[in-house]
């Protein structure tokens, strides 16, 4: 079964820093790779996806993600916060076959002035 | 409106309490899930269904009832509520079982 690691529970940046969210998954084969964020109080809202081909993913609001195969990573990445990035992000990794998604346990994203 | 609600948003309970969550989606979509969300835990998937009448437990499902009788509809039914069922519910749909997957705006349920 796949499994998700986000090492980080909670980090600070600075408005304005660069961004760096890491997630590792744990698959035997090429698994389906998914980036989430939750504001407060909402649910879970997409950012970006990777399935297959460019291992370099864009997704909205600025963010992109890259697919490490050798790594089993699939690392977050934004250039310059904005204050209203400061969301919880879970990373969720699919299998390729019929079993459900499985969560990282997020990574709560605070922005500073 | 299109799209995935629950409801109710927010509800508090007595312990032995019999509680339904409600799901409803408009999109069709085959695939359905429950979730909790603790801290600490992350989201943790409690009971999923693959299209009408199928249903599939998942990693908590202890204490949790759920049907699906109609493609749109998902309920969730504590059967007799208890404290450590004081959480934040997430509803979600799919088109696959894991592509991406379209989340709820939660319901916020305390058990005193």
């Known amino acids: 079964a796949q499994s998700v690691t986000q090492p980080d529970i909670h980090i600070t940046v600075s408005e304005g820093a660069s961004l760096e969210l890491r997630c590792n998954y744990s698959?035997?084969?090429?698994?389906?790779l998914f980036w989430y964020v939750q504001s407060p109080g909402q649910g879970l809202q997409l950012l970006l996806k990777y399935f297959s081909g460019d291992t370099l993913v864009q997704g909205i609001k600025g963010f992109e993600a890259e697919f490490k195969r050798s790594q089993s990573s699939f690392n977050l990445r934004k250039p310059s916060v904005h204050w209203s990035d400061a969301a919880e992000y879970f990373c969720?990794?699919?299998?390729?076959?019929?079993?459900?998604?499985?969560f990282g346990k997020g990574t709560r994203l605070s922005v500073i002035a | 409106d299109a799209g995935i609600t629950q409801s109710p948003r927010y509800k508090i309970t007595e312990t032995g309490r019999q509680v339904t969550l409600m799901c409803h989606q408009t999109w069709s979509h085959s695939y359905m899930f429950w979730y909790r969300q603790d801290l600490g835990h992350g989201l943790r998937l409690i009971y999923y269904?693959?299209?009408?009448?199928?249903?599939d437990k998942g990693e908590v499902p202890d204490g949790y009832v759920v049907s699906r009788s109609k493609t749109e509809n998902f309920p969730l039914t504590l059967e007799s509520a208890t404290r450590s069922q004081t959480s934040v519910y997430f509803c979600?749909?799919?088109?696959?079982?894991?592509?991406?997957?379209?989340f709820g705006q939660g319901t916020r349920l305390t058990v005193v």
């Open positions: 698959y035997g084969a090429t698994p389906y």
């Open positions: 969720a990794v699919g299998a390729r076959g019929n079993t459900p998604l499985v």
């Open positions: 979600a749909s799919s088109v696959e079982m894991n592509t991406e997957a379209f």
């Open positions: 269904s693959a299209a009408a009448d199928i249903t």
